[in-house]
T-cell receptor, first 115, second 113 residues
Framework: DAGVIQSPRHEVTEMGQEVTLRCKPI?????LFWYRQTMMRGLELLIY????????DSGMPEDRFSAKMPNASFSTLKIQPSEPRDSAVYFC?????????????FGPGTRLTVL | QKEVEQNSGPLSVPEGAIASLNCTYS??????FFWYRQYSGKSPELIMF????GDKEDGRFTAQLNKASQYVSLLIRDSQPSDSATYLC?????????????FGAGTQVVVTP
């Protein structure tokens, strides 16, 4: 099992540019979560999907952020336009069963720097 | 008040000693509790979960849960330098059937040789 795959691993962009982060969940997992992690705010849940349907997007900071999951094996998080305060590590996680327990498995993250 | 609270540390522990990490949560009906370990520059990885009051042991790790006190802890026995990391406590909110987790800010542990 390849685990959760995220791309790119690092992204450096200028303020005002569009940024698209990508995630491939573990095959067979039916939940997908997008998180953002900063030193100041810790790990924050942005949005999550069940069977490709967005369930809760209350953590999305503002309209500049959008997320889609067109199929069970792919999701994107888009920021348009990007701002320096969006600089953070963005994690994607998918949920599966471990010893009859729902467990979230995290991808390696995308480190975003907005100049 | 934050929903999940942890001491940020750093918690300095001599090699071979026991590291004790604490976590409190605000939602009394929370049912599931998780400990994740995060090495610097890496993603969180699950190391323990616990549902019932009492202790749960897995190797050198012991999770302790006290729902009446809304308190969950993690003990690391025989601490090793490789245990140096940030430990995140996570809680499933009450009534949440979607697997959503609320994370604490994490406790940084430094094991000194």
């Amino acid at each position: 099992d390849a685990g959760v795959i995220q791309s790119p691993r690092h992204e450096v962009t200028e303020m005002g540019q569009e940024v698209t982060l990508r995630c491939k969940p573990i095959s067979g997992h039916d939940y997908l979560f997008w998180y953002r992690q900063t030193m100041m705010r810790g790990l924050e849940l942005l949005i999550y999907f069940n069977n490709n349907v967005p369930i809760d997007d209350s953590g999305m900071p503002e309209d500049r952020f959008s997320a889609k999951m067109p199929n069970a094996s792919f999701s994107t998080l888009k920021i348009q336009p990007s701002e320096p305060r969006d600089s953070a590590v963005y994690f994607c996680a998918s949920r599966g069963i471990l010893e009859s327990t729902d467990t979230q498995y995290f991808g390696p993250g995308t480190r975003l720097t907005v100049l | 008040q934050k929903e999940v609270e942890q001491n940020s540390g750093p918690l300095s522990v001599p090699e071979g000693a026991i590291a004790s990490l604490n976590c409190t949560y605000s939602d009394r009906g929370s049912q599931s509790f998780f400990w994740y370990r995060q090495y610097s520059g890496k993603s969180p990885e699950l190391i323990m979960f616990i549902y019932s009051n009492g202790d749960k042991e897995d190797g050198r790790f012991t999770a302790q849960l006290n729902k009446a006190s809304q308190y969950v802890s993690l003990l690391i026995r025989d601490s090793q330098p490789s245990d140096s990391a940030t430990y995140l406590c996570a809680v499933t909110p009450p009534g949440d059937s979607w697997g959503k987790l609320q994370f604490g800010a994490g406790t940084q542990v430094v094991v000194t040789p």
